[in-house]
């Protein structure tokens, strides 16, 4: 069974850096695509970033573009994501979700892990 597990997650000042990880698990072949998420309190999951491995093609959502990044090892199947610049609205649950392959949607998820942003 494929596992997802994040790390990094933590308290940062408004301003500061985060680097959450995730590592895949379990049986071995290759995503299409990576992917972290974020839920806020009272909020709905929203997408943050993504990666597809075959183009290498990364996508932001317009609230972290420019601060955040995300790469990665396709053959390590692990995703990482450098959070720059953090701000209090940036605070929720990341998780890092897997796509099997093209069109399938994200058939994996991680359990998350916190970031707080606050002086």
């Known amino acids: 069974q494929v596992q997802l597990v994040e790390s990094g997650g933590g308290l940062v000042q408004p301003g500061g850096s985060l680097r959450l990880s995730c590592a895949a698990s379990?049986?071995?072949?290759?995503?299409?695509?990576m992917g972290w998420f974020r839920q806020a309190p009272g909020k709905g999951r929203e997408f943050v970033a993504q990666?597809?491995?075959?183009?290498?093609?990364?996508y932001y959502s317009d609230s972290v573009k420019g601060r955040f990044t995300i790469s990665g090892d396709n053959a390590k199947n692990t995703v990482y994501l450098q959070m720059n610049s953090l701000r209090p609205e940036d605070a929720a649950v990341y998780s890092c979700?897997?796509?099997?392959?093209?069109?399938?949607?994200?058939?994996?998820w991680g359990q998350g892990t916190q970031v707080t942003v606050s002086s």
């Open positions: 979700a897997a796509a099997g392959g093209p069109g399938t949607g994200y058939n994996y």
């Open positions: 379990g049986p071995t072949f290759s995503f299409y695509a």
């Open positions: 990666v597809t491995w075959s183009s290498n093609q990364t």
